[in-house]
């Protein structure tokens, strides 16, 4: 049984966080109830909270009222049936949420957990600001830490943080939204950027999913694409030399029994100049066969899956420099979780670059894990190992009630 329960025969209770204030919530929520409905019920109480776009925080009557994939996004007659909540951040024992009554004469209630798993993509919660309110509020939870979170999900930290390791990064260049609306005329880009080769491809700093990303080929094009999509979305985007002949291949990266370790690596199958949102989410099969056990619009796991080829028919040479770049990412950020990092190549001449990092995947790339040639694990055990994670972590950064030293105290303690 897991460490976090003090009677052997309990379940372990996971808080299963998911929506949330960011372009991504969609993908999230598909994310989430694929996950909530692969853990292993005889060993975990699972607790869905979905965070709405707006960020209120809701659960439902039953844990079932959430997991039906018909039912979002949640019209405000369906939120009036769930139950809001907020957590409780006064460090105690146990953590626990508190639910916020409708009505002045109904008492408040405490809902315990033992450990979060946060199912947020992108924005305000993929992005370290989640991972910090656990901090504070001393919960164990999944996937990268604070720090981690921070700069893999910022494209641009992420390459400076790269510099001076020999993890090939393609050129690129850091635009700021202004301080007053969005428009940077294409004059003013060229002074800011001059000789600019284009073609370029542009994209928010901190969103993932290849949302909003776009080829421009001017800076006519740029500053019109800055304006209408990038700076809606973001504020800082990121504008990279477009890769000819473009190849895309995918790694996931994850510790197991201390070292770190890398998945099946994948060629996404896609027949435009990038992968992009609609070749990612709006091909494939989708509705009927759902893990998620309803008739739904949405992409099905095995639809996204059927777009991505494994095992791609690349060099040792290629294969070995996208596994050790892969970890050289993940082991200087110190790394949790089952981050999946992505690299792009130019099929004619055979160069490749690191292009990003994804803290949190979609779907945890549990095809990834699934189809590795050593040691495969299937979904179910993926989330284990990252519940498990997550309590040795937590364990791990403990502190004491009162850490300040004796020789350090400025006042008597009672």
Known sequence: MSASTTESNKKTRVLFMFGGRSPEHDISILTSLNGINALDKEKFDVIPLYVSPDGQWFIGKTPEALLDSNIYIPSLETQSTFTRVTLNTSLRKTPELITMPKYFWERQKRIPFDVAFLGFL??????????????????????????????????????????????????????????????????????????????????????????????????????????????????????????ENLVEYNVSVRKRKGKTVTSAIEKPKFSEEFFSFEAKYKTGDKGKGSKMGAKCSMPTAEGIASIHDLHPDITKEMDANIRKWATTVFDIV?????????????????????????????????????????????????????????????????????PTLKEARLFPRR
């Open 122 to 243: 992108g924005l305000i919660g993929e992005d370290g600001r989640i991972q910090g309110m656990c901090e504070v509020a001393n919960i164990p939870y999944t996937g990268m830490r604070v720090l981690a979170s921070a700069v893999v999900m910022d494209k641009g930290a992420t390459k400076k943080m790269l510099a001076g390791t020999d993890v090939p990064i393609i050129p690129h260049y850091e635009i700021k939204r202004p301080k007053e609306g969005v428009l940077i005329t294409p004059a003013e880009l060229q002074q800011m950027l001059p000789g600019v080769k284009f073609p370029c491809c542009v994209k928010p700093a901190n969103l993932g999913s290849s949302i909003g990303v776009a080829k421009v080929n001017s800076y006519n094009d740029l500053s019109d694409t800055l304006a209408s999509s990038t700076f809606v979305l973001d504020h800082t985007a990121l504008l990279e030399t477009f890769v």
């Open 334 to 402: 110190d790394g949790a979780g089952i981050p999946r990092l992505d690299f792009m190549c130019n099929s004619k001449t055979g160069e490749i670059w690191f292009n990003e990092a994804n803290p949190f995947p979609t779907l945890f790339a549990y095809f990834l894990w699934e189809g590795a040639k050593e040691n495969p694990v299937t979904l179910t055990e993926l989330l284990e190992d990252m519940i498990t994670e997550a309590f040795d972590l937590h364990a791990q950064q403990q502190i004491p009630n009162d």
